[in-house]
Structure formats: structure tokens, C-alpha cells
């Protein structure tokens, strides 16, 4: 199940950066459409990579509660992962 | 979509969760820490100890069950789990055509009987988040409204934000209210699903005092009658009239159990029906972990032959869905990393209540030049319900360690407790500036959770020794979760403290001093 938060952490880290808003914020490279193209791609893989992985020790009804609550477990540090990059370099 | 759709949204999102967000946020604290129930309780009944199970303890029991009396109809064990210390033996004898109910609690080491404290212990928070201890006086329906409304919040919530999926992975943290209204919002977002889950089940497990027309139409006995009609249960048990001896070692029969549920056989409680009666019944529970649904599952053996009587059938569809969203509402599935998911989220959930009330407010005081009774009563009743209410809640431990233990209706005395600090902080709130009572409850608050660990060392130190000594989590847990709260509300006071100077610095300096006081 770690894994399966592991996963999920980074297909949601990776959404966050196929939006510009959230890109600027920790690359300094442009953000380009080929760039937001591979990072959502790659988000949503991971992402049911991490539902695939949750089934393989859970049944379909837990498996599915724990991977939600992953969910939100994971877009929070996400967000305060960003936040705090963006604070800690002074782009806020 | 039309711009007055979404204004009108943003009027019901705001104005529904300003009319009932109080009342929504004590029922979601109190939901909250009802996840932990057997947790909490087991804290508050220190007397039980750490208890250790194992299934040697079902024939001891049985031996001692039979000792109690040859005219039992009906024997239960309670064994003790990793989360309840609660090791009980009960048993159902008949007098003058009543059944009367006999119930001792016993340690798991020495069989010896323990007398446990009157509290109601982690089960007020359970009872309290449904009937706001208004049962008699349509609390449920409450309730039910609060639940409805916060479905309205959520679904215009989702309209209110423009920028939903582009705002969700950032906070801004240098100002005040834009770090709340963020906050609002990606808790908003996380939440959803969890909020949506919780409200809708709260609605479905009590939809027979909320619908009960369609039922009370088509059954004499309205929705009693349509509950045993698709309920399905074990057959009724018919004395043979022919008195035996009861089956006092059951270890073939828990052969059985382990061979049935090879993958998790642990077992919360087993009933012993018409122990004396040769068709007697042995109901083997199992400890709720594989299913979501809130049905107990259960193995049923003939008490004589030790045979495997026949399963329950199943349920219709629609009463699974039910039992489906009744056990997501309790999640008595849920193993300890879910608990705290969940316990999470509920925290989170009531993050995004409190902050909402709190935007509602300053948005409105920033607007106005002179503000009138219903700011400043939304203004105390945010301080009350939020502050004041975190006060209540640990008031209600240390009356439980504070109250003598051989005071007669202690646990009332306990109840009345929060319920008393509750208002106390209503009236407080009222007495002073806003941003000091803020501030002052916090302080409180902060220091009472750290407080109350000392304290619990102090009264008995071997309860704590104990625990360590067993590794008994729930109750070390316990102690760590007031640590951990009593510093969240010290640190937050801290920081709101810094904010409010900087901000009277700054508001000096542009001689707006009426601001100050908002």
C-alpha cells in the first residue's frame, strides 16, 4: 500500500506541474506545451499505475477506499509541498 | 452557464454554511473523534487495564458462565481486541416473564471481576454527533438537516470556485485571510469525496425517521415491518425441551472458525443461545476487516454435534447498498493507517467548515463601516463554536479523571461538563475583544491538552506504566494525541499572536486604528 501512496504522490506532483501556475514556481525553464503534454500524460499513468498497485493487496471496495483517501493525503502535501517551494524562494 | 446560476450558487454556498455551519462543524469534531471511540473509551476507563486475548479465554469463560446459573437463555462473551480493552461476560436469565440481562467485566489475566467508572466514554461523541443530546427533542432531525445542507454546501461549493482544478496545488501564505480562503478551498477539494460519502450514508442509515411515508403506506407496521421483511437473519432458535449440559471446550469448533476464514479469523464476540437445551447455538463473530458492509459476519454451530449450521442468505441489492454507505459512515473496517486517513479527513472536514465561517465574516467587516449585532454575533459564535467547543471536549476528559469515581450519575455529571464549558465560552467570548478571546482560548485549549497527560500520571502513574509495559497503543496513542493537539494550539496561537502584531503595526502606521478592532 506504501507504494501505491508513493506512486500516487508523484502522478499528482507531476499533474501539478503540467500547469504553468504551478511549473513557474519550481522551474525556471519555460513552460512549454510539449512539456505540460508529458507531465499530464505521465500523471495519469501513474496515477492508475497507483490504483493498480492498491488492488494487488486490497479487494476492489477497500482497495478503492484507501487509494481515495490517499487521494486527499496526497493532493494536501502536494499543495504544501508546492507552497512551501514557492515560499521558500520568494515567489509568493 | 449563465452568470446568475453561479451568483445564485455562491448565495446558497454561503448563506446555507453560514446558517448551520456551527452546528455542522460539533457534529463533524465529534464524528471525527468517533472513529477512535473504543480508543477514547479505553482511555477513560483506565480501571480495565491492558488486557491482553486470545481465544484460551472463550473456555474459561464458558466454565465460568455455566458456574453463574444452570437457567441462562442465553450466554455472550465480549473478548478483548487490540482497540477496546472491554473483556465481558453476559448472561440472559428469565424471571416473572422477563428476560433480565447480567453483565460482568472481568481482567483477561486473573478472570478477577473489575469495577469500571460510570462514563459513557468515547460513545458521547458517537451518540452526540447524530443527536446533539437532543434525542428526545428531534436532535436526529437536525441532524438530518445539517447533513442536507452540507450537501448543498458541496455541490454549490464545486460552482463557486471558478478555478477549481487550477488552484488546488498552491496556498499563499504570506497573508492572513488569503492563506484561510485557500485553505478553504483545497480542503474543499480534498475533502469532497469524504464530505459527499459522510453526508449522503448520515442521510441513508436514518432515512425511516426521515422518509417514512412510502413505508408506513404500504406496511401496518411501517418501516419496523420493511426492516425484519428484508433483514435476513438466523432462523429462530426452537427449545428441544430436553435439558444437556453445555459444551464448555469449544477449541474443535474454532478449528472450524480457522479452517472457514483461513485468511483473518479474528473473532469480537460469540453467543452461546440455549446453553442448557440440546439444540443449542453457537454464534461465532468475526472482527469487521475484510467488508465494507456493516453486516456482521458469522459462522453458526449446532452447540451438541459442533456441526456448521446453515449461512444467512444474502441480502436484496438495495439493503447491501444501505449497509455499504452505513459501514463507509462508521468505517469499522478500517485498519489503523485508514483510521487516521479517515480521522484525517474529518479533521480536514472540519478545517474547511470553520474556515468557511471565518471568510463569511471578514469579508463582510472588511466592507463595512460600521458593523451591526449579527456580525458580532457571528463573530462570538465562530470563537464559541470553534474555540469554545476544542474546550469542551477536553473539559470532558478532565472531568473524567477529575469527578470521584463513587459519585452517583458520574457520567451524567461528565456530559453536563462539556455541555457547561461549551456555553461558558459562549458567554466569555462575549466579555472580551474578539482577538483576545481568540487568542485566549487557544492559550487554553493548548494548555489544557498538555496538561491533561500530567494529570493522568499524576492520579495513577501505574495506568501509563501499564500500558507502556503491555504496549498498549490506544492508551500511549491517546496521551500522544493530547501532546500533539495541546502543541498544534500552542503554535497556532503563537503564529495568530505574530500575525495580529504585525498587523496592529501596520494599521497603526496608516492611523486606521477602527480596523483594530475588527
Known amino acids: 500500500m506504501l507504494i501505491s501512496f508513493i506512486i500516487q504522490f508523484s502522478a499528482l506532483w507531476f499533474l501539478s506541474q503540467a500547469q504553468k501556475k504551478h511549473f513557474k514556481l519550481v522551474f525556471n525553464i519555460p513552460f512549454t506545451t510539449y512539456i505540460e503534454k508529458k507531465f499530464k500524460g505521465l500523471g495519469w499513468i501513474l496515477l492508475l499505475l497507483s490504483y493498480g498497485v492498491a488492488l494487488i493487496f486490497e479487494n476492489i471496495p477497500m482497495a478503492s477506499v484507501y487509494w481515495l483517501s490517499f487521494l486527499s493525503l496526497n493532493i494536501l502535501s502536494v499543495t504544501i509541498f508546492n507552497s512551501f517551494y514557492a515560499y521558500k524562494f520568494k515567489k509568493v | 452557464m449563465k452568470p446568475d446560476f453561479r451568483r445564485n450558487m455562491i448565495w446558497l454556498h454561503t448563506y446555507s454554511g453560514l446558517l448551520i455551519g456551527w452546528l455542522l462543524f460539533a457534529i463533524f469534531v465529534t464524528g471525527t473523534l468517533s472513529y477512535f471511540t473504543p480508543e477514547i473509551s479505553q482511555w477513560m476507563k483506565p480501571e480495565l487495564g491492558s488486557q491482553t486475548t486470545s481465544n484460551k479465554l472463550i473456555n474459561k469463560s ?319 459564535l465562530n470563537i464559541a463554536g470553534i474555540c469554545g467547543l476544542i474546550l469542551a471536549v477536553v473539559s470532558y476528559f478532565y472531568a473524567n479523571r477529575l469527578i470521584p469515581i463513587n459519585l452517583e450519575s458520574r457520567a451524567v455529571l461528565e456530559v453536563n461538563v462539556f455541555l457547561f464549558v461549551w456555553f461558558a465560552s459562549f458567554i466569555y467570548s462575549f466579555l472580551r475583544p474578539a482577538l483576545k478571546a481568540w487568542l485566549e482560548l487557544l492559550f487554553l485549549n493548548g494548555i489544557a491538552f498538555l496538561m491533561l497527560p500530567i494529570l493522568d500520571l499524576v492520579i495513577n502513574p501505574h495506568w501509563l506504566i501499564q500500558a507502556i509495559e503491555y504496549k498498549n497503543m490506544a492508551y500511549i496513542g491517546f496521551n500522544l494525541a493530547l501532546i500533539i493537539s495541546g502543541g498544534i494550539c500552542l503554535m497556532f496561537y503563537y503564529w495568530l499572536r505574530k500575525t495580529d502584531l504585525k498587523t496592529h503595526i501596520k494599521i497603526n502606521n496608516t492611523n486606521h486604528e477602527e480596523q483594530i478592532l475588527c
Open chain 2, 62 to 380: 464458558l466454565q465460568m458462565l455455566k458456574q453463574k446459573s444452570d437457567k441462562s437463555e442465553r450466554w455472550q462473551i465480549n473478548l478483548p481486541t487490540q482497540r477496546s480493552n472491554q473483556f465481558t461476560l453476559s448472561w440472559w436469565i428469565k424471571e416473572n416473564n422477563k428476560t433480565k440481562r447480567n453483565v460482568v467485566t472481568l481482567n483477561s489475566q486473573t478472570f478477577n471481576e473489575i469495577h469500571v467508572r460510570d462514563t459513557h466514554g468515547g460513545n458521547f461523541f458517537r451518540t452526540f454527533h447524530y443527536t446533539l443530546e437532543l434525542r428526545q427533542y428531534g436532535g436526529r432531525y437536525f441532524a438530518g438537516i445539517a447533513a442536507m445542507v452540507m450537501l448543498i454546501g458541496i455541490f454549490t461549493g464545486i460552482f463557486t470556485h471558478r478555478r477549481f482544478f487550477q488552484d488546488f496545488f498552491t496556498i499563499r501564505v504570506k497573508k492572513l485571510m488569503k492563506t484561510v480562503t485557500d485553505l478553504h478551498a483545497i480542503v474543499g477539494v480534498i475533502t469532497l469525496p469524504f464530505c459527499f460519502v459522510i453526508s449522503f450514508s448520515a442521510l441513508l442509515i436514518y432515512i425511516s425517521l426521515y422518509m417514512p411515508w412510502s413505508a408506513e403506506h404500504h406496511f401496518d407496521n411501517g418501516y419496523r415491518e420493511l426492516n425484519s421483511k428484508v433483514t435476513t437473519s438466523l432462523p429462530k432458535l426452537i427449545s428441544a425441551n430436553k435439558t444437556v449440559e453445555p459444551l464448555i471446550d469449544l477449541e474443535p469448533i474454532l478449528a472450524k472458525v480457522e479452517k472457514a476464514w483461513p485468511e483473518h479469523s479474528a473473532i469480537t464476540h460469540l453467543i452461546y443461545e440455549r446453553p442448557f437445551d440440546l439444540n443449542g447455538r453457537i454464534v461465532i463473530y468475526r472482527q469487521a476487516k475484510m467488508s465494507l458492509s456493516n453486516k456482521s459476519e458469522i459462522l453458526a454451530f449446532n452447540a451438541k454435534s459442533g456441526e456448521l449450521l446453515e449461512a444467512i442468505a444474502p441480502e436484496r441489492t438495495a439493503r447491501m447498498i444501505r449497509r455499504i454507505f452505513y459501514g463507509l459512515h462508521e468505517a469499522h473496517f478500517a485498519q489503523p493507517v485508514l483510521r487516521w486517513l479517515l480521522f484525517f479527513m474529518g479533521v480536514a472536514s472540519c478545517i474547511l467548515i470553520g474556515s468557511g465561517l471565518i471568510i463569511w465574516l471578514k469579508k463582510r467587516l472588511d466592507k463595512l463601516k460600521q458593523r451591526h449585532f449579527g456580525h458580532t454575533l457571528v463573530e462570538r
